[in-house]
């Protein structure tokens, strides 16, 4: 620094002052630096899923682990790269980053960990992470709200608690008549709740599973099945009535 405050003919006397500003001008940058790196890592993660909506995976990874070296309190990119995980199958990872997802308030995330937990048949933790992810629920967001209380309304069914597991069912159902195209899972769950509670009241919701029900999604594939054994059942009930 002195050899350059010589060449620029700066007098000595004023090194002192000079040093100083440089130094504070540095320290202004970096904090500036700093200040930046959340809103950097923003934009990382959206290209990260920007390159998933694309199909590339690949670069979907790099761009979410990218964000999360700039910025390892992004809730959404430790969410987003859960469900990249989940995808390629490996569970394990995507626990992982759903917990770190969920530490940072994702409502989201309480819920994609929710479901994960009845998929393992931990019902009770289930339970206990979407009653969490209601609570902090944002208000407008109704994929979200619908999605937890379809899932608590699950969770309560495969514990045998049939009438609050109808309570939540019938608000999912009533959140979903926000949404343009009507989701199947609240109406194949609450046919079995039905199945348990009052099963003349069934059928209905096995026709709504039946004709909304996405194959493609595992567990709306395995509804789909029962729905479709109970009303060719009902149907060759009416038959022999006859």
Not at 152 to 170: K, S, V
Request: proline content about 2%; charged content about 25%.
């Amino acid at each position: 620094i002195e050899d350059i405050q010589l060449r620029l003919g700066i007098k000595k006397y004023l090194w002192q002052e000079v040093k100083l500003g440089l130094s504070g001008v540095l320290l202004i940058s970096l904090i500036g630096f700093r200040a930046s790196l959340p809103l950097i890592s923003g934009y990382v993660n959206e290209r990260g899923l920007e390159n998933y909506i694309e199909g590339d995976w690949s670069s979907a990874q790099s761009n979410y682990e990218r964000a999360l070296s700039l910025n390892p309190d992004n809730a959404e990119a430790h969410y987003n790269l859960g469900r990249l995980y989940e995808d390629l199958q490996d569970f394990k990872k995507a626990l992982t980053q759903y917990r770190l997802a969920a530490q940072g308030g994702l409502d989201a995330a309480y819920n994609e960990l929710g479901r994960l937990y009845i998929q393992d048949k931990k019902y009770y933790q289930a339970a206990s992470l979407l009653l969490q992810g209601l609570e902090i629920v944002q208000k407008g967001d109704a994929e979200t709200q619908y999605a937890l209380l379809k899932n608590l309304g699950w969770a309560r069914l495969e514990q045998g608690r049939y009438a609050d597991a109808e309570t939540y069912l019938r608000e999912a159902i009533e959140v979903e008549k926000t949404f343009e195209q009507t989701p199947a899972a609240a109406h194949c769950l609450l046919a079995q709740v039905m199945e348990k509670k009052a099963p003349d009241n069934a059928l209905k919701e096995w026709e709504m599973c039946l004709g909304y029900a996405d194959v493609r999604n595992p567990d709306e594939d395995t509804w789909f099945g029962m729905a479709r054994k109970r009303i060719d059942a009902q149907d060759k009930s009416s038959e022999s009535t006859k």
